[in-house]
């Protein structure tokens, strides 16, 4: 097949390509490298660095499915950038839904878990569950063929390890590398589900190959939480680093996990706990 991956160059995207092309698909790139990275090419796919606006390069005939994973990620960011956020997650994803419909695009939008938690958090839940209001108007009154995919703390090869976009678990390999302190965020109680970007990867997969018209919202975590102290202990552990507490942050909701098996009982997708395993070995 034809496959375009919006944010291509960052991490969830390139890990995705890389299967993709390994399984002998087509594959173009769109990515304006706000979070991508140039390094992170796949030598058999194609890469165009624009901005996400001009999708409308693509002739329909030239796509069967696009995964539209481009997006600014993390809520604290967005509490600075609130317009940015807006234009580049919602009217983004418009832009996207829109262009998906008029040429028969199967789309697969890149949503949050974010949207259980109070949507009114921050500017970044806000205008992901926008984003997936938006996919769901133009399936319903376009009849575009979408389908909704939630990550939860996406971990693994190629993630960001430092700056403002950086993940928990990126973000503290980064610190340690660096022989700095890692942070937690409050109390460290709060419970977050981090899965395998491999795990996810496969779940993106089995969605795109996915016909059937009895689900479109796919909940792609393990379902097995940790305390982000806990983690703290597996970083210590391994690197007998130390770690240090900072006040809490607007937004930093309380437990986040999968609690809808929809996936794994549609799709037969199999996530696994593997994150002390990764940690031991990074």
Same mark, same amino acid.
């Given at each position: 097949?034809?496959? +375009?991956?919006?944010? *291509? ?14 399984? *002998? ?5 769109? %990515? ?6 140039? /390094?992170?090419?796949?030598?058999? $796919? ?17 796509? %069967?499915? &696009?995964?539209?994973?481009? $997006? ?17 997650? @919602? ?8 262009? $998906? ?31 997936? /209001? ?8 376009? *009849? ?21 976009? $950086? ?10 590398? /660096? ?11 709060? @419970?977050?589900?981090? @899965? ?34 806990? &983690? ?14 900072? #006040? ?17 009982? +549609? ?5 696994? #706990? ?6 031991? *070995?990074?």
């Amino acid at each position: 097949m034809k496959i +375009l991956v919006t944010g *291509g160059n960052g991490f969830i995207g390139s890990n995705l390509i890389r299967r993709l092309t390994k399984d *002998g698909h087509e594959v173009v790139s769109i %990515d304006d490298l706000t979070n991508g990275s140039e /390094n992170n090419e796949v030598r058999e $796919a194609l890469y165009l660095y624009e901005d996400i606006e001009k999708v409308s390069y693509f002739e329909g005939t030239e796509v %069967d499915v &696009v995964f539209h994973l481009a $997006a600014l990620s993390r809520i604290q960011p967005s509490f600075k950038y609130p317009s940015e956020f807006f234009r580049v997650n @919602t009217k983004g994803t418009e832009i996207v839904a829109d262009w $998906a419909s008029q040429y028969g695009v199967k789309m697969i939008y890149a949503g949050s878990s974010s949207v259980h938690q109070n949507p009114l958090s921050s500017p970044y839940a806000t205008y992901k569950g926008l984003g997936e /209001n938006i996919v769901q108007m133009y399936k319903t009154v376009y *009849g575009l063929d979408a389908h909704i995919a939630r990550f939860y703390n996406v971990y693994g090869p190629l993630e960001k390890e430092d700056g403002e976009f $950086a993940s928990l678990v990126g973000k503290w390999y980064g610190n340690v590398k /660096n022989k700095e302190n890692i942070t937690i965020v409050g109390d460290g109680k709060q @419970t977050r589900d981090f @899965t395998h970007v491999d795990d996810v990867v496969e779940g993106l997969i089995k969605i795109m190959n996915y016909g059937k018209l009895d689900n479109n919202v796919w909940e792609l975590g393990t379902g097995f939480p940790y305390s982000v102290e806990e &983690v703290a202990d597996m970083f210590i552990e391994k690197y007998n680093c130390k770690a240090e507490y900072i #006040d809490d942050q607007h937004g930093n909701y309380k437990e986040s996990y999968r609690i809808d098996n929809k996936a794994i009982e +549609l799709l037969d997708w199999t996530p696994s #706990d593997r994150l002390r395993e990764y940690i031991k *070995g990074l």
